[in-house]
Each structure stands twice: as structure tokens, then as C-alpha cells.
């Protein structure tokens, strides 16, 4: 858990979530295949009302004037008489029409695995099943209480404690074949994502110009790849697993908050599948095991494509300095990374304990591998203004003047 101090840290007090899910199985084998099946049952309740008016959500400050004074003749309608201080609406008596309660959120999902034997060790297998997610914290109360104040601007995103959760749809079609000690698996999936959280249209409140936005289901995500595994079980002390996965994730946003902010800076709104923060499309894994009696090592080395990332240019070079051109989002890929790992042990016996000995290193070959990059230039340690300004810093020319990014770098 992070600490207080930290901007990470969220605390939300007077929310009583809840949740609950069951899961049954059974494994059916027949003579050729084998059938695994299950039903799984998910219930959340966020327990937290909404408002019941979206154009007046704030309870410490009403808006319309009906919500602010009682009406007394029961026509709809606040006449200036009935605009008195005596005659105002307490909060508790607020309290009582401000709010409606959400519908609980409940999914039953199915869950279905075959395995079809074609030799004696190989076997082609599927799989298919509904998933739910439920709604993080953040989406479900963040600024709950929608204190929004009477000045014209946008604000939010609030947390919607109406939320649907996430349901994702999964289909796996692979091939296993094993020969002695040695194995090779190549799986292909696809997984579709609906109700993917985004932020919502402004809505309009009683006064012009005051609007907000909530978080609601609107987006939709896919991810599509295929798995490749070579590997050896540990025998005769060695062994080795090897793996290849191509992989693309799309959706309309990667963050729920990205259509806010696309709005706030005159953007449109995604409108297309574009790939996803985590859009990685090659990695290559392997990892080699040595081992005795009483002692053992292995070596991991992971190998990944690089991420997509905006670009951006300071101004433009053919409409004009003050029209900047605009790309896709996550049109472009940052550098590649790459990263070995070393692990080794050693095992003693002294008095009838036995104390382990072992060296871990992370990144043993100390590479710099990019976590961002400027949006200018595709890379960590230096962005174009700064590349102009070092053309023309005569110190460049010995090799005195380091840009770097250390952000950038893991």
C-alpha cells in the first residue's frame, strides 16, 4: 500500500461495496475428448446512491430552486414569496429526495475447455468463457459527493457508483505436442472487451455553462495473439523454456479519463480502434535452468517490441508555424527492450539446518531500457528544442554538453 504522502493513495470513507461470486465445475470424459465445464456467478453492489436529478448534483449547494426552497402550494414552481431564508430546505431534509440507489450488478458465466487427443502426446485443445470485471474504487467514488460549483467551466470525472462491470469474452484454439522430455504449445486467442470504461458526455446542469462528466460504460477493447512455447522439463539437471507471443491490443481509449482530457484541449473523440498503451506486439522470453543436489541457477532473458507512443511535432512545417500537425493516437513505437536476470543458490547442512545461500541480479547486463520517450523525437534522453539549442552551443563539438532523461530510462 502506498503511503499517505503519496498521490496514489485514495481513501474513500461511507462506502460499503460488496461482493460476492460462487463457481461449479465438472470434468466429463468420453473416449476420444475430455470436457471441463463451468458456471461461474458474480454479484456487486456498490451500496452508494446516485443523484437523482443529473442536472443538479451537488446536495451542499443546489442549483435550481426548487431543491433550495420548499414549495409550499405543491405547484412545481418557487414563486418569489416562497424565496425566503426561513423557508429554505435543510440538508437532512434534502437528504430525502437528493438521491436514488443503483441496481445491483449481477453475471452468470459460462466456462467451456475441451481437449481432443490426436497421438499419445499431442492433443488439440479450446477454450471459451465470459469474464466480469468489477469497477475499480476510483471509477466508482472518486469526487463522490459531485461538489461542483456555480462557475462556468467542465469538471470532473466523477466516480459513477452505477457502473457496469467490465465483461470480456475469450476464445483459445491451440495445439500441445510432447516428445520425451520436450515439449511444444502454440495457442492462439482473442478476447473482447465490452462496457470498457470512458468518461461520459458533458452533462448539462441548471446553470449555462457549469457542466460535468462521470465515468460510464461507453468503450469497447480487443486483444488478438498467438502463443508459441518451446520447453524442456528439468531432468538430468537442465532444462529450458522458450517462448514467442504476437500480440495487438486496440481499443478506443487506454485510460478512462483520456476522453476528458481530449475534450478540455479541443480534440475529437477516439472514433476508431487505435492501439492501447500495452499494445506490444513482439516478445520473445526464455529462461534456462542448471541445478544439483543442493544447488541451482537459472537465467531469464525477456525480449519485448517496443510500445506505442503520440507523436508531436513543436509547429508545423508545411501549413504554417501556427498550425501544428496532428497524428494518431499511439502512432509510433518507442526503442525495444531487453533484459536478463540471474538467479543461483546454493544449499549447506550444518547441525541439522539447512541455510540457503543465493545471489539474485535484475538487468545483469545493465542495459537502459526506455520506459517513455519525447513525443518529438521517439526517444528517452533528448527532445528537438534541446537538440537545436546543442547545434549551436560550440561545447557540443568536444563532447561536453549530455542530455538525458532519467525518467525515461529502467
Not at 313 to 334: H, L
Amino acid at each position: 500500500m502506498p503511503p499517505e504522502t503519496s498521490p496514489q493513495y485514495q481513501h474513500y470513507e461511507d462506502v460499503s461495496p460488496i461482493t460476492a461470486s460462487a463457481y461449479v465445475q465438472d470434468k466429463i470424459e468420453f473416449e476420444d475428448f475430455v470436457v471441463n465445464v463451468g458456471l461461474r456467478f458474480d454479484y456487486f453492489d456498490a451500496r452508494t446512491p446516485v443523484p437523482a436529478d443529473p442536472e443538479d448534483p451537488n446536495i451542499y449547494f443546489p442549483f435550481k430552486k426548487i431543491h433550495i426552497y420548499r414549495d409550499l402550494n405543491g405547484d412545481g414552481v418557487i414563486t418569489v414569496d416562497e424565496e425566503r431564508e426561513d423557508n429554505r430546505y435543510t440538508l437532512e431534509e434534502r437528504e430525502a429526495f437528493w438521491w436514488k440507489e443503483p441496481k445491483p450488478k449481477f453475471q452468470l458465466s459460462p466456462r467451456l475447455g475441451i481437449s481432443y487427443p490426436i497421438t499419445e502426446t499431442g492433443v488439440l485443445h479450446f477454450s471459451y468463457g465470459h469474464f466480469l470485471q468489477i469497477p475499480t474504487l476510483n471509477l466508482l467514488f472518486a469526487g463522490y459527493g459531485y461538489k461542483i460549483q456555480n462557475q462556468s467551466g467542465q469538471y470532473g470525472p466523477y466516480g459513477n457508483p452505477d457502473l457496469d462491470a467490465q465483461r470480456t469474452v475469450m476464445y483459445e484454439i491451440g495445439f500441445r505436442q510432447g516428445l520425451g522430455p520436450f515439449l511444444f504449445d502454440v495457442t492462439a486467442y482473442y478476447r473482447d472487451v465490452r462496457d470498457w470504461v470512458s468518461t461520459s458526455t458533458p452533462i448539462e446542469t441548471e446553470i449555462p455553462g457549469v457542466v460535468y462528466v462521470i465515468y460510464t460504460n461507453r468503450d469497447y477493447a480487443s486483444t488478438r495473439g498467438v502463443t508459441a512455447t518451446f520447453s524442456r522439463r528439468f531432468e538430468d539437471g537442465w532444462g529450458f523454456d522458450v517462448s514467442y507471443t504476437y500480440q495487438v491490443a486496440e481499443g478506443s481509449n487506454s485510460n478512462p479519463d483520456e476522453e476528458f482530457f481530449a475534450r478540455l484541449n479541443n480534440q475529437q473523440p477516439a472514433l476508431t480502434l487505435l492501439p492501447l498503451d500495452w499494445d506490444q506486439r513482439h516478445k520473445v522470453a526464455t529462461a534456462f535452468y542448471l541445478g544439483g543436489k543442493n544447488w541451482g541457477a537459472s537465467m531469464v532473458s525477456v525480449w519485448g517490441s517496443g510500445f506505442p507512443y503520440t507523436p508531436s511535432f513543436p509547429e508545423a512545417a508545411i501549413a504554417g508555424p501556427d498550425v501544428p500537425p496532428t497524428f494518431p493516437r499511439n502512432a509510433r513505437r518507442m526503442p525495444s527492450t531487453w533484459q536478463v536476470d540471474l538467479y543461483a543458490y546454493r544449499d549447506f547442512e550444518i547441525a541439522g539446518v539447512r541455510p540457503r545461500l543465493f545471489v539474485q541480479v535484475y538487468n545483469l547486463l545493465d542495459r537502459r531500457n526506455p520506459v517513455a520517450v519525447f513525443s518529438d523525437t521517439g526517444r528517452p534522453d533528448v527532445t528537438l528544442p534541446q537538440q537545436q539549442a546543442a547545434s549551436f552551443d560550440p561545447a557540443t563539438s568536444y563532447g561536453l554538453n549530455i542530455t538525458a532523461n532519467p525518467d525515461g530510462f529502467t
